[in-house]
């Protein structure tokens, strides 16, 4: 196994068991140093130079500061910075991907087959003042799980999914009708990111 994919699934069960613990300090690191773990990662496997690398090292390092945001919760200011991270981050993921995209009928299939349950999940943001702000997030999400499927990358199309299922739980606490367990929320957000990388790999040729 690659010593930094190891060292970003050690990275992953750290984290989580600080957190369960509530070892604030430990979690909080462990927590910002995922992601570029997984960075470091992507780039002893990729094949990929320039601008598509470029691309792939954005989302993470985005998504790094994304998790130093909501260190601080999911209300106020940061985030709201951290949501701004992770979108920005998503729309370079969907750059990527719409470059090796294989066909737009599995685009349009997979945007047909998620269109009830985006709108299911939209619906359950309202009446919240930020209900517009996280149903546009949700439609990145599906946008980027159709685009996925559309590549022919199982592992990212489930990475997108999950991804949109992590965020989703923290819209629930953002709204006020539940809050689930940072477990849940993590476990889910780093086995996307993993997805994610492992499923653009693929497309590369990389193992």
Not at 73 to 98: E, N, P, R
């Amino acid at each position: 196994m690659n010593m930094f994919l190891l060292t970003y699934l050690i990275l992953c069960i750290g984290h989580m068991s600080f957190q369960s613990e509530n070892m604030k300090w430990p979690s909080a690191i462990s927590k910002v140093m995922l992601m570029p773990s997984l960075l470091i990662y992507y780039l002893t496997m990729t094949t990929d130079t320039g601008f598509l690398t470029l691309l792939i090292a954005l989302a993470l390092l985005l998504g790094t500061a994304g998790d130093a945001f909501l260190l601080s919760g999911h209300k106020g200011k940061l985030f709201y910075a951290g949501m701004l991270c992770f979108f920005v981050g998503h729309l370079s993921y969907i750059t990527y991907v719409v470059l090796h995209l294989q066909s737009w009928l599995y685009f349009l299939f997979a945007i047909l087959v998620l269109a009830f349950p985006l709108y299911k999940v939209t619906l359950s943001f309202f009446p919240s003042k930020d209900a517009h702000l996280l149903s546009i997030y949700a439609i990145i999400l599906c946008i980027l799980t159709a685009f996925c499927a559309s590549a022919l990358s199982l592992a990212a199309m489930v990475g997108a999914l999950l991804f949109a299922t992590s965020d989703y739980l923290i819209a629930m606490d953002v709204v006020g009708k539940r809050t689930f367990s940072e477990t849940a929320i993590m476990g889910t957000y780093t086995l996307a990111q993993l997805l994610l990388i492992m499923g653009l790999l693929s497309l590369q040729g990389a193992f």
